[in-house]
T-cell receptor, first 119, second 107 residues
Framework: QVQLVQSGAEVKKPGASVKVSCKVS????????IHWVRQSPAKGLEWMGG????????IYAQDFQGRVTMTEDTSTETAFMELSSLTSEDTAVYYC????????????WGQGTLITVSS | DIQMTQSPSTLSASVGGTVTITCRAS??????LAWYQQKPGKAPNLLIY???RLESGVPSRFSGSGSETEFTLTISSLQPDDVATYYC?????????FGQGTKLEIK
């Protein structure tokens, strides 16, 4: 059974960056494909990007290109999502989730991390 | 990106009743459509995949149909525990997109 435990809620100023962590247990990161999805009242659920094992690289949604970076630390089995140049529109709950490689379906989800952007 | 249009945005029905939610894709996604249930403060939970296949452990009161660009989720014999927001999601490619959600209330 996979468990994903995310870092806690944060408040950020406009223009700042935020880095959310997602610690994996039950499997190793190399066995999983981790993706990030955010949810806001204004825009609903938005896929931000994730690891495509077919090409061995991370793919990003067009809306976040240039502003988001997803990384992994296999020594601590932790995935990270960093989002820069924050605005109030980035206020949302951010989720990490595993994707089943064979089906491209979301499988396990983290508990979510609330990021609030406010001056 | 493929746009997903879901309707209605809210729905109210009685216990024991049946409801249908519709999801339209801006282009053909064949059968690569999933339905999720989300309760407040929780992550989405997979109900249906490949348009009609029931995820393990999901009651058979939930059913999905459709293909190409038009899909439906039907919930029969409504229970109080079905109060939630339901989302469709296309996974035809890795540029996943979701519908705007349908909030289900029980009268």
């Amino acid at each position: 059974q996979v468990q994903l435990v995310q870092s806690g809620a944060e408040v950020k100023k406009p223009g700042a960056s935020v880095k959310v962590s997602c610690k994996v247990s039950g499997y190793t990161l190399t066995e999983l494909s981790i993706h990030w999805v955010r949810q806001s009242p204004a825009k609903g659920l938005e896929w931000m990007g994730g690891f495509d094992p077919a090409y061995g690289e991370t793919i990003y949604a067009q809306d976040f290109q240039g502003r988001v970076t997803m990384t992994e630390d296999t020594s601590t089995e932790t995935a990270f999502m960093e989002l820069s140049s924050l605005t109030s529109e980035d206020t949302a709950v951010y989720y990490c989730a595993t994707v089943i490689v064979a089906t491209k379906l979301f499988d396990y989800w983290g508990q979510g991390t609330l990021i609030t952007v406010s001056s | 990106d493929i746009q997903m249009t879901q309707s209605p945005s809210t729905l109210s029905a009685s216990v024991g009743g049946t409801v249908t939610i519709t999801c339209r894709a801006s282009q053909s996604i064949t059968r690569w459509l999933a339905w999720y249930q989300q309760k407040p403060g929780k992550a989405p939970n997979l109900l249906i995949y490949e348009a009609f296949r029931l995820e393990s452990g999901v009651p058979s009161r939930f059913s999905g149909s459709g293909s190409e660009t038009e899909f439906t989720l039907t919930i029969s014999s409504l229970q109080p525990d079905d109060v939630a927001t339901y989302y469709c999601q296309q996974y035809e490619s890795y540029s996943y997109t979701f519908g705007q959600g349908t909030k289900l209330e029980i009268k």
